[in-house]
């Protein structure tokens, strides 16, 4: 079927050229604090990043906060379209092009403090009556990759939490980024929960569609390139993330 989508989307291309020319469309999703909506509007650790680098390339593109299943189907489909931040994995390097990194963290399995699972591999955490993980996300990819058959996907981050606080589900897959601002949200806290097992480093990118030009998206890599050369870059991170090392490297990956 991703075949299928590509084929189509790259006969659309050849077919109407002046496409590739047409304003760069910008989603990201409620994912705090990384992006989410703040005051009304799009705020968070990446989306200061991606305001930044308009600045610098006179980018004036709207950032739509949608869904990540709204998102990823946009990006798969729609060309000159840009969705951040995407967790880097080896399928969305053949399907994307990626710039960055803007953050870096670790997925983890949660479970309630109290908890006396243990979980010291992959193989273990299958054994868990249930894991809850946000709908389309990297999280559910991943399980799903290693042949989990006791997922238990929610449509926002937010409700995976709240039924891993009422013990509906045993553990939670999550980001180490995020998991304290959801947690928040759901009226607890991360000392509520204890991290049982980390299946693997996260290096979030900004993605961008099939049929963007080369050249936009260079430019978007020098502008983060020079952000972070300056200082910009970690001293937005460091007000997010004070307790965690902003990543200074900058490249291009995929397409």
Known sequence: MKCITRLVLALYL?????????????YTEEWAPISFTLNGKPGGLAVEVVQAIQQRINNQSQIHIITWARGWKMITEQPNTMLFTMT???????????????????????????????????????QAKSIGVYRASVEEQLLLE??????????????????????????????????????????????????LFTIRENQLYI????????AEIDKWKEALAALKADGSFGRIYRRWLPEDVPPLHTERIGL
């Open 146 to 195: 290693h042949g989990f058959n006791n997922i238990a996907p929610a449509s926002t981050p937010l409700m995976s939490a709240k039924q891993l606080l009422k013990q509906r589900i045993d553990l939670w897959c999550n980001a180490n980024l995020t998991a304290p601002a959801i947690l928040a949200a759901a009226g607890a806290s991360i000392d509520d929960v204890k991290s």
């Open 14 to 26: 050849c077919h109407n050229p002046s496409v590739a020319q047409e304003t760069l469309t910008i």
């Open 88 to 126: 880097r994995t080896p399928e969305r390097e053949r399907m994307f092009s990626l710039v960055g990194p803007v953050a870096v963290g670790t997925t983890n399995c949660y479970a309630l403090k109290d908890s006396e699972l243990k979980i010291n591999s992959i193989e273990d955490a299958k």
């Open 207 to 214: 993605a961008f569609s099939q049929g963007t030009p080369s």
